[in-house]
């Protein structure tokens, strides 16, 4: 149990602003919750939205601590907690959206349900790196499209923090993986056990050269707008299109002619609704599943940030400039 009665966080107090510093109370924790010290924290392209006030599904009352994806050791348990004890390392993604305050702080009080062991083959900086991607990831291509061995998978965005993780899973089911991405993606793509597919080439031109024509088993769109049009005319008759994107107006009869499915894929549900949160904890037991047999490795970024230089990282991401996930030391 700790012994501080105050924390250090970033708060945000209005939109598009610089974080302040300040020294809060470490908050209290309720009967299903555990308390975390924070000993890092991912970033998301979400999380600068969220900063700007520009995500409409992702709402955040200010003054708010952002962050929503967290690895630290468990301080203290609820008294309705029997899966961790004090000392142990966990991750998830557990709040700074909804109201549930984020993981830019030195604690946090989290629903426990949200939780899994960290990896031990992991540092703390890359498991911060992992959940809202992975269960992203995981939700389209495992809960929603029913991913089998010897599918053939499209990964729309496969060097991407969510593309990326993606392609691990898929190949770690058995599936054949392709990816889109740009000539400079290539290698990253590759090396990640994908077939390359240059984005910029002709739907029909990939479709005939990788499937014969048929189309793919599984797309995963995590681009959106044209993409996710894309996708809707190279998935195969009766096929699935996923996405985590899938915003605008958008053309279905491509779809609808090969008697194909779609879904949508939203993140935040469960820390929205409190509703499916147990799920994410499991989905996180998923993650340690295949990271400890090597079968998944996130892609990080070498720079390094603190609570005071989050807007460095924020600013990197809005200009695409990250070459791998952000993370923040706390």
């Known amino acids: 149990m700790t012994e501080q009665s105050t924390m250090r ?45 520009a995500a409409a599904h992702a709402r955040h009352p200010l003054p708010a601590i952002l962050g929503l994806d967290l690895s630290g050791v468990v301080e203290e348990t609820g008294c309705a907690v029997t899966r961790f004890k004090e000392g142990d390392e966990v991750y998830g993604m557990t709040g700074g959206v909804g109201g549930v305050p984020g993981s830019l702080a030195e604690f946090a009080a989290v629903d426990a349900d949200l939780l899994a062991l960290k ?34 998978v499209l990964i729309h965005g496969g060097a991407g923090g969510v593309g990326h993780v993606a392609i691990q899973i898929a190949r770690a089911f058995g599936a054949n993986v392709f990816a889109t991405g ?48 894309a996708s809707f005319a190279a998935v195969r008759r009766f096929g699935h299109v996923v996405s985590a994107l899938g915003w605008g107006t958008h053309a279905l009869a491509p779809l609808s002619f090969r008697a194909a499915s779609y879904s949508g894929v939203f993140t935040l549900l469960p820390l929205l609704t ?42 990197l991401i809005r200009d695409h400039s990250a070459k791998g996930k952000l993370v923040v030391d706390v």
């Open 9 to 53: 966080a970033a708060i945000l107090e209005t939109h598009n602003a610089t974080l302040r510093i300040s020294q809060i109370s470490v908050p209290d924790i309720g009967p299903g919750e555990v308390l975390v010290r924070v000993r890092a924290s991912g970033v998301n392209p979400l999380d600068t939205k969220i900063h700007a006030g």
């Open 119 to 152: 990896p031990a083959n992991l540092s703390m900086r890359e498991a911060a790196a992992l959940p809202l991607i992975f269960i992203t990831a995981w939700e389209g291509l495992i809960d929603r499209a029913s991913l089998e061995a010897g599918q053939n």
């Open 182 to 229: 740009s000539v400079a993606q290539r290698a990253t793509v590759e090396a990640l056990g994908a077939v390359f597919i240059d984005r910029d080439t002709a739907i029909e031109t990939y479709v005939a050269e990788h499937t014969g024509g048929r189309g793919f088993d599984i797309v995963y769109d995590t681009v959106g707008g044209k993409v996710l049009d």
């Open 274 to 315: 409190g509703a499916g949160r147990a799920h994410h904890g499991e989905i996180m037991n998923e993650a340690t599943r295949l990271v400890e047999t090597g079968k998944l490795v996130p892609m990080l970024d070498a720079r390094r940030f603190t609570l005071e230089n989050v807007g460095d990282a924020y600013a």
